[in-house]
């Protein structure tokens, strides 16, 4: 995301940080940070590589970290939040437990806040039914103005429906990963679906009444998917650069080597986004230098 004078990224962590941190001018050279949330509440078990999943926000004069981890109590995966006044943290949170915890369906994980027209903050994450044999779904509820509380009830967004979803097991056939972007009048829930340790991964998108749905999914194919050169795009962030044009961010393997293959890599990856009317496509994925961000769009 722009934050008005930096880009920055978040990510899932790794066997020494709970969550990445990368931070760029012009999203071609980028900058490692510190771990963004080097003490996990109370409500977690401790441990690397367990948080998954960030999102970066800014609402109620500070800055808002979403993400997931396993609780001490069912260990499934739930989410949680920590603060800080700088994007670049430590974010902390004295939280005794998670925001969001559907145990019932697996758990919840990837959120994603995003913002309507009048500047009401909404969470939206997936139930990790896939885990454990529930129909994994994307929810949206609204947030209170600190940007912390959710408020209402969830509505349900998009449901697992098979078709390109669907992975080599059924822990693997899923939906998840969603983020929205309002572009051109319209508004679009990015992703993704299918296995994300091989090649059936990939990212599709639904246009959306609102941000409370009702959403219906462009096609019954991924708008981005596996080649020869990228295996599994997604886990995508859709976000406008600093001129107002729309990228998607999202990590994909590097073949011939995948998922628990010794010496896969899993990497962070940028390709534009097109809309025309009510359709959406993503150029990509590229494995070539692109043009940066410019103040006036290029021909395509």
């Known amino acids: 995301m722009w934050t008005g004078a930096e880009y920055v990224a978040a990510a899932t962590g790794t066997s020494t940080q709970h969550i990445q941190f990368a931070t760029s001018r012009n999203l071609v050279q980028w900058k490692t940070g510190s771990d963004l949330l080097p003490q996990l509440p109370a409500w977690a078990v401790n ?6 999943a960030p999102d970066l926000e800014h609402a109620g004069g500070s800055w808002i970290l979403w993400f997931s981890a396993p609780t001490r109590s069912s260990g499934e995966q739930c989410i949680g939040w920590a603060t800080s006044r700088s994007v670049s943290g430590p974010f902390v949170t004295s939280s005794t ?3 969001v915890c559907q145990i019932a369906s697996g758990g919840s994980i990837d959120p994603s806040v995003t913002t309507d027209k009048s500047g009401r903050h909404y969470l939206l994450w997936k139930n990790n039914g896939n885990c454990c044999g529930v129909e994994s779904r994307i929810w949206s509820q609204p947030l209170s103005g600190d940007g912390k509380d959710l408020i209402g009830r969830p509505t349900v967004l998009l449901s697992y429906s098979g078709g390109w979803e669907t992975g080599p097991t059924a822990s693997e056939s899923t939906i998840e990963g969603p983020s929205m972007l309002r572009d051109d009048g319209h508004l679009f829930l990015f992703f993704s679906g299918g296995g994300y340790l091989g090649t059936t991964y990939g990212m599709g998108v639904a246009v959306c009444g609102s941000i409370s749905g009702p ?6 194919q991924p708008i981005l998917s596996s080649t020869d050169a990228v295996a599994g795009p997604g886990g995508g962030t859709a976000f406008f650069d600093r001129y107002g044009h729309p990228w998607l961010a999202y990590a994909a393997w590097t073949p011939p080597q995948l998922g628990r293959d010794p010496g896969a890599t899993r990497s962070f990856r940028l390709d534009r986004i097109v809309t025309v009317g009510a359709m959406v496509f993503i150029l990509g994925p590229t494995t070539d230098w692109q043009i940066g961000p410019a103040e006036k769009a290029g021909s395509i």
Not at 47 to 52: D, P, Y
Not at 215 to 220: A, L, N
């Open 47 to 52: 441990g690397f590589g367990n948080v998954w």
């Open 97 to 99: 437990a998670p925001a």
């Open 215 to 220: 959403c219906r999914q462009q096609g019954d």
